[in-house]
């Protein structure tokens, strides 16, 4: 899905693949067969703007965790381009990658296994602070009270361990983590989805909050469209490994083109009692990566679907000059 850039792009991310090497079974080893291909990313285009919010959104499995950790390099792209402020990541070199992660930074679902459990609050912070050198050795104590206090914790909270703090309090140290390098974005890998829902409001509104002190720019990834709306000012929708949909918040929820968004805005959980027990809005099982079908990728779950979808790619309809969808039928 192509989008229009302007001046004002922060990171720009141009048909993007990510392949994984499938395991290979007994029979697979038996008969010699090579090692297939997963496509967890493919073709992927998106843009973010400064200061803004995207929210990407999807079921499991559609791509959207691995986009976000090809952005930071945790796994490495199969082809395509990603830019931050114009600078092309994919072809730094160690010295330049270590600056790069200075500006961007990801803050991933389970804080407590993202956080070394032999490490106090406040060595898990000052380590960050030595080995980038951003504080000489004399002000790391400061910037890591500054730190804390950003985020919301407690002084005496510095001294604790992970396993004596609860989980919102595991993930404020997470993004403060984060925040010690000083990032101008930040990749949110479901960083509610492990917390109870009164927890999750509280680091919801902390971010909208951070977003908006400290000038940040952020994809904000997440299953919960509540929650994506809540955060985003753009989002973008994922299905098997593409963007399907992107457009403003008010565009995809009030108006959503794809019949994979209507399912999934009409399965948000509703008050009224004739709701509250329907059918799943969206009928049968995400296909294998392995075994994508031909044409459009949704077809087989789609209640639109014709001939067409079954033979040939949908085509990037645009909507409206922020609006986007690959169907062949977008609309109500």
């Keep these: 899905m192509t989008q229009p850039l302007d001046g004002d792009a922060a990171l720009v991310i141009d048909d993007l693949v990510v392949e ?3 395991p290979r079974g007994l029979v697979d080893l038996a008969l010699g067969r090579t090692r297939r291909r997963v496509r967890a990313v493919d073709g992927v285009s998106l843009v973010v703007r400064r200061n803004e919010t995207v929210g990407l959104v999807g079921e499991s499995g559609c791509g959207k965790t691995t986009l976000g950790r090809a952005i930071v390099r945790i796994v490495e ?3 395509g381009a990603i830019s931050l402020d114009g600078e092309n990541l994919l072809t730094l070199g160690s010295d330049e990658l270590r600056a790069m992660r200075r500006r961007v930074q990801m803050v991933f679902q389970d804080p407590y296994s993202s956080l070394n ?3 106090s609050v406040e060595r898990t912070l000052a380590e960050v602070l030595r080995f980038h050198r951003i504080r000489p050795a004399a002000g790391v104590g400061d910037r890591v009270a500054e730190l804390l206090s950003l985020v919301g914790l407690a002084p005496e909270l510095a001294g604790r361990r992970p396993r004596a703090l609860s989980g919102g309090q595991r993930q404020r140290v997470g993004l403060a983590r984060a925040l010690a390098l000083e990032p101008t974005f930040l990749v949110l890998d479901e960083p509610v989805a492990a917390l109870d829902v009164s927890i999750q409001a509280q680091i919801l509104n902390l971010l909208r909050d951070l977003r908006d002190r400290l ?4 994809l904000f990834i997440a299953h919960e469209l509540s929650v994506i709306r809540h955060m985003s000012h753009r989002v973008a929708v994922m299905y098997l490994g593409r963007v399907v949909e992107v457009g ?4 995809v ?6 019949p994979y968004t209507q399912g999934l805005v009409r399965a948000i959980p509703r008050l ?3 709701r509250r027990h329907r059918k799943p809005v969206i009928q049968g099982e995400v296909p294998s990566p392995l075994n994508i079908p031909p044409g459009c990728r949704f077809h087989t779950r789609c209640p639109k679907a014709q001939d067409i979808c079954r033979r040939i790619a949908p085509p990037d309809v645009a909507l409206s000059p922020s609006h986007r969808a690959e169907c062949h039928f977008p609309g109500p």
């Design 215 to 218: 000038g940040l720019t952020m």
């Design 248 to 251: 403003t918040a008010a565009e």
């Design 77 to 79: 792209p199969t082809s």
């Design 253 to 258: 929820f009030d108006h959503p083109a794809h």
């Design 117 to 119: 459990p032999r490490m």
């Design 20 to 22: 994984y090497g499938a």
């Design 272 to 274: 009224t009692p004739e």
